[in-house]
């Protein structure tokens, strides 16, 4: 049962981090364009929109998924450390709040995935806001 456990933890945690990863490049990535781009050169405010909101649902989507990915890690670890117990057919109260313990750190990777994921976002939504705005002043309506 012990393999399962660290199964699960390597598992749980490489998608977390690869989440973080991907969600913080596309950021980078979303912020260098934001900071190099031109509204002048755009003739259509839809070719703008376009160019500005490449990207933004995969941060949306890590940072709304990511809690769910940790969560699940947590049933996953708690299902083990009740299996555990119930084939030991014995409770000992260490192990149990070991497991659980251990269960729980999932969700938290997983918030600590989200929470950046949304600021970032919700950055990268205002920004993409106010080149749209610098567009319309000068292009008109």
Same mark, same amino acid.
């Given at each position: 049962?012990?393999?399962?456990?660290?199964? /699960?933890?390597?598992?749980?945690?490489?998608?977390?981090?690869?989440?973080?990863?991907?969600?913080?490049?596309?950021?980078?990535?979303?912020? @260098?364009?934001?900071?190099?781009?031109?509204?002048?050169?755009?003739?259509?405010?839809?070719?703008?929109? %376009?160019?500005?909101?490449?990207?933004?649902?995969?941060?949306?989507? %890590?940072?709304?998924?990511?809690?769910?990915?940790?969560? @699940?890690?947590?049933?996953?670890?708690?299902? /083990?450390?009740?299996?555990? %117990?119930?084939?030991?057919?014995?409770?000992?109260?260490?192990?149990?709040?070991?497991? /659980?313990? @251990?269960? /729980? &750190?999932?969700?938290?990777?997983? @918030?600590?995935?989200? %929470?950046?994921?949304?600021?970032?976002?919700?950055? #990268?939504?205002? &920004?993409?806001?106010? #080149?749209?705005?610098?567009?319309?002043?000068?292009?008109?309506?």
């Amino acid at each position: 049962m012990e393999q399962y456990k660290d199964f /699960l933890d390597i598992a749980i945690f490489a998608i977390l981090g690869l989440m973080s990863i991907v969600s913080i490049g596309v950021g980078i990535e979303r912020i @260098l364009v934001y900071k190099s781009i031109d509204v002048e050169v755009y003739t259509h405010q839809k070719e703008l929109e %376009i160019e500005l909101g490449n990207n933004l649902t995969i941060i949306s989507t %890590i940072a709304s998924n990511a809690p769910y990915v940790g969560l @699940l890690g947590t049933v996953f670890g708690i299902i /083990l450390t009740f299996y555990t %117990i119930g084939s030991n057919g014995m409770a000992d109260s260490n192990a149990i709040m070991m497991g /659980l313990a @251990l269960a /729980l &750190k999932a969700t938290a990777f997983g @918030l600590l995935v989200a %929470i950046p994921s949304i600021v970032f976002h919700n950055y #990268l939504v205002r &920004k993409m806001e106010v #080149l749209m705005m610098r567009w319309e002043i000068r292009h008109g309506d």
